[in-house]
């Protein structure tokens, strides 16, 4: 572990290098050309089995060690978002309207850096290192599932991944067991009225009236219908109905995002709005169109791999403090592949302590602590050689 350690923090200037290469150079989810190029050239130069177009546009490098054992995959997403950056930095990005405002970036360069340490001692590792490189995480349907369909879990016992977290301050991990992030869906809904004059509301299927009672009422599923124990949320975040001043619109649009951790729940909430909203059109006998989206499943920790990464994350350079963290409303496709084998997913502190304004993820000003880099590569590299050791073939013989 010390050589590892000793290796990724000669390369820190390499890894800052290869993130603000990438954060120069961003593509959005599902456009991804010539980063996947990029990464494979990489570990191609490195010697490692590399596929490419894994699933779309993913790729897959593994990394054999000199002696037998399990299998450890390591994830990173290298997607960007099509927002136009507006922070003054010399590796702004080149794109407009696109940039990494969620850290997909130094997730891609911890990783890259982190392969190169282990091709390193190749020879002394006891199994193998899949590393697994994700194309489209920002807009579902995500990458993880079409690269799992096509073959990137095959043979892996195990899963860890990271994501550099802006809230948390640089030099904190956290993480915790069982859920640690929300089901993430979308609702679209079409309120059919009947327009007409402001002036005489009595002739119309007034559609604001009734998306308005829709939005109200559907606090009360969470209120009176979900059990206070089990997280949920639903949000209306778009409610459309452009007309002059004085005109009753025919129709109104609304879009909301449902987050849940639980199927039952998520189930329930499905059902529970169509119904609020059919009450609410029956009243004053409307119609409407009802989409309910299913987006990415929870990201459920195992619990066993989770108190051993914690083990782990404990002794590792650069981790100051390690946090039991709460549940996260956000989502992430990682859930898929933690459905299929066991796995951790965490939170490396990215925030700068020192700046005393720090941007949430996905806004124009978003930026990381570049030291994260380093302590993203060196936990994953500790779970990973650490796993690989408890379970070679010498400690269970």
Known sequence: MTNVFDILEQHYDEMVAIRRYLHENPELSHEEVETPKYIAEYHRALGHEVREGVGGRGVVATLRGGKPGKTVALRADFDALAIQEQNDVPYKSKVDGRMHACGHDG?????????????????????????IHQFGEEIAPGGATAMIEDGCLDGVDVIFGQHLWAPVEQGKIAVCEGPL??????????????GGHGAKPQETKDSIYIGSQFVVNAQQILGRRISPVK?????????????????????????????VFDEETRDQIERELEDVLKAACLVMKADYDYDYVRGYSAVINDRETTKF?????????????????????????????????????????????????????????FDIDERALLVAANTLAKATLEYLKKHSVSSVI
């Open 107 to 131: 997730h891609t360069a911890s990783l890259l850096v982190l392969a190169k340490a282990l091709n390193k001692i190749q020879d002394e590792i006891e199994g193998n290192v899949v590393f």
């Open 181 to 194: 992030m929300a089901a993430a869906d979308a609702f679209y809904i079409t309120i059919k009225g009947k």
């Open 231 to 259: 997280p949920a949320v639903v949000s209306v975040c778009h409610f459309e109905a452009l007309n002059p001043f004085n005109v009753i619109a025919d129709s109104v649009k609304i879009k909301g995002t449902v987050r």
């Open 309 to 365: 990464f914690i083990e782990q994350a404990k002794e590792t350079p650069g981790v100051e403090e390690l946090v039991i963290c709460e549940p996260e409303m956000g989502g992430e496709d990682f859930a898929y592949y933690l459905e299929k084998v066991p796995g951790t997913f965490y939170f490396t502190g990215a925030r700068d302590p020192e700046k005393e304004e720090a941007y949430p993820h996905h806004h124009p000003k």
